[in-house]
Nanobody, 114 residues
Framework: QVQLVESGGGWVQPGGSLRLSCAASGFAVSSYVMNWYRQAPGKEREMVATITTTGGNVNWPDSVKDRFSISRDVVKNTVFLQMNNLKSEDTAVYYC???????WGQGTQVTVSS
């Protein structure tokens, strides 16, 4: 049974950092493309990062480039989203997704404010 569980969200001041985790079970994260999405209040869900099966990563959109990075730990079977220099506009619920089969976690709230 495929399961994704996000953690690591919380409140942080602008300029701060958070690392989100997505613990996977029922499959190996190294064998699948994995994505991080976010959804801010009143906005559509948007993709922010992708990690490929070869470990390559892409960040979307331009607003998170050079601030966010995606990685994985194959031993822990976990995908991470490192977020640096956080801004108020990064406030959202963050979700991880395995696109093959369209599996989603429950999300973790990130709030950036002073």
């Amino acid at each position: 049974q495929v399961q994704l569980v996000e953690s690591g969200g919380g409140w942080v001041q602008p300029g701060g950092s958070l690392r989100l985790s997505c613990a996977a079970s029922g499959f190996a994260v190294s064998s699948y493309v994995m994505n991080w999405y976010r959804q801010a209040p009143g906005k559509e869900r948007e993709m922010v990062a992708t990690i490929t099966t070869t470990g390559g990563n892409v960040n979307w959109p331009d607003s998170v480039k050079d601030r966010f990075s995606i990685s994985r730990d194959v031993v822990k079977n976990t995908v991470f989203l490192q977020m640096n220099n956080l801004k108020s506009e990064d406030t959202a619920v963050y979700y991880c997704q395995r696109p093959l089969g369209n599996y989603w976690g429950q999300g973790t709230q990130v709030t950036v404010s002073s």
